[in-house]
């Protein structure tokens, strides 16, 4: 399948831990989303990289959230000191940057969090 | 002002009628839209884009872009219960896709 893979899927973790989530986006592809999404809402937008970089981040993440994509290819978010707030579904999605279709995004199932 | 509305939903449609979906955006130089479908517990898919004025079809779905308005809208034709999902209106500055909340459709057979 070459698809955009997340790992985990779920993942349940007390208040104050730190977690990471991986994301493979589709091979050829050279822009990389995070997004996250709560109940009842659309995907927020997080961050992005084209390639190994990172352009730009919302200002509603935290500094508690980092996100790397080393060498181009995978990327992790980790979160920080958990919050419960911060339970949501993250969402990874990749794009290949070419004219207008650049926002032609390709998501991945998800990383569900649940913060006790 | 949020950057994409959708119309509130939830909007349910006998089989085989017309589900209607409208969508208002706020940044004028967006360039490119489109709208995403999200079956519960999953994550959204492409199902249409349209980049230029005037109507777009794909079988039994049709995107309608007026870009003086900032309004873009959605038409499911012969709509059949596995079209129940929450629709997605997205919209593209140049480096972000914008999400609206989302409309959900109950197909009823």
């Known amino acids: 399948d070459t698809g955009v893979s997340q790992d985990p899927r779920h993942k349940i973790t007390k208040r104050g831990q730190n977690v990471t989530f991986r994301c493979d986006p589709i091979s050829e592809h050279n822009r990389l989303y995070w997004y996250r999404q709560t109940l009842g809402q659309g995907p927020e937008f997080l961050t992005y990289f084209q390639n190994e970089a990172q352009l730009e981040k919302s200002r509603l993440l935290s500094d508690r959230f980092s996100a790397e994509r080393p060498k181009g290819s995978f990327s992790t978010l980790e979160i920080q000191r958990t919050e419960q707030g911060d339970s949501a579904m993250y969402l990874c999605?990749?794009?290949?940057?070419?004219?207008?279709?650049?926002?032609?995004?390709?998501f991945g199932e998800g990383s569900r969090l649940t913060v006790l | 002002q949020k950057e994409v509305e959708q119309n509130s939903g939830p909007l349910s449609v006998p089989e085989g009628a017309i589900a209607s979906l409208n969508c208002t955006y706020s940044d004028r130089v967006s360039q490119s839209f489109f709208w995403y479908r999200q079956y519960s517990g999953k994550s959204p898919e492409l199902i249409m884009s349209?980049?230029?004025?005037g109507d777009k079809e794909d079988g039994r779905f049709t995107a309608q872009l007026n870009k003086a308005s900032q309004y873009v809208s959605l038409l499911i034709r012969d709509s059949q219960p596995s079209d129940s999902a929450t629709y997605l209106c997205a919209v593209f500055n140049g480096y972000k896709l914008s999400f609206g909340a989302g409309t959900t459709v109950t197909v009823r057979a």
């Open positions: 349209i980049y230029s004025n």
């Open positions: 999605a990749s794009s290949l940057r070419r004219d207008v279709n650049t926002g032609e995004l390709f």
